[in-house]
């Protein structure tokens, strides 16, 4: 396991389509987290599941989209009906609270993957 | 949740010492600091992290004073491949983690 893979790397739609997003973590990270990043941004904490459970979604994360993680491994991330305004990089990051992917002091840290570019026309 | 306050863009040239100062003035006691870089195109990449004083790897230091309520990345010797952004965030390293803006660094040659 080399690390965080996304797929697909970029993504051209129309717009009122349905778009899906994967995220495969590093296979003993339990946390796995979605960012969305505009030009120009930082990137936009969208949600985090701990294992299969969602903890937390931004208010960002409108009714269109959907996130799902059902077996605790790889996520989706899933946009219905998009609009030129969802054109973003989606990024998916995992991290582990026991042992792998520690930071010099200790915490997590979390290891991203190459995101995947989404455009509506 | 702590904010950080970072400068927008600097410019250096290749070989210089490069510092870029992060404030985060309501950092809680429970509250690590991390900086991650990121360049076009790709995710961001963590390069140190520090509860207090100083932290050095093999790319970085990091300085935090007493209070905690700064900190700053040292980037020693720059190049032109260390153009990039540069994120501090500072949070408790088991839930959500928050971006700001970032610090876009130029590098000269």
């Known amino acids: 396991d080399t690390g965080v893979s996304q797929d697909p790397r970029h993504k051209i739609t129309k717009r009122g389509q349905n778009v899906t997003f994967r995220c495969d973590p590093i296979?003993?990270?339990?946390?796995l987290y979605w960012y969305r990043q505009t030009l120009g941004q930082g990137p936009e904490f969208l949600t985090y599941f701990q294992n299969e459970a969602q903890l937390e979604k931004s208010r960002l994360l409108s009714d269109r989209f959907s996130a799902e993680r059902p077996k605790g491994s790889f996520s989706t991330l899933e946009i219905q009906r998009t609009e030129q305004g969802d054109s973003a990089m989606y990024l998916c990051?995992?991290?582990?609270?026991?042992?792998?992917?520690?930071?010099?002091?200790?915490?997590?840290?979390?290891?991203f993957g190459a995101g995947s570019r989404l455009t509506v026309l | 949740l702590a904010k950080t306050t970072q400068p927008i863009s600097m410019d250096s040239y290749e070989g210089q010492e490069v510092n870029i100062t992060c404030s985060h003035n309501n950092i809680a006691t429970n509250d690590y600091i991390t900086w991650y870089q990121q360049f076009p195109s790709q995710g961001p990449r963590f390069i140190i992290q520090g509860y207090k004083t100083k932290v050095t790897n093999e790319v970085a230091s990091l300085f935090i004073p007493a209070d905690r309520k700064s900190s700053t990345l040292s980037l020693p010797r720059v190049s032109l491949s260390d153009t990039a952004v540069y994120y501090c965030l500072v949070g408790d390293g088991f839930n959500k983690f928050y971006f700001g803006s970032g610090t876009k660094l130029n590098v000269k040659p």
């Open positions: 296979s003993e990270h339990n946390r």
């Open positions: 990051a995992s991290s582990s609270p026991l042992g792998t992917g520690l930071g010099d002091s200790g915490a997590n840290v979390l290891t």
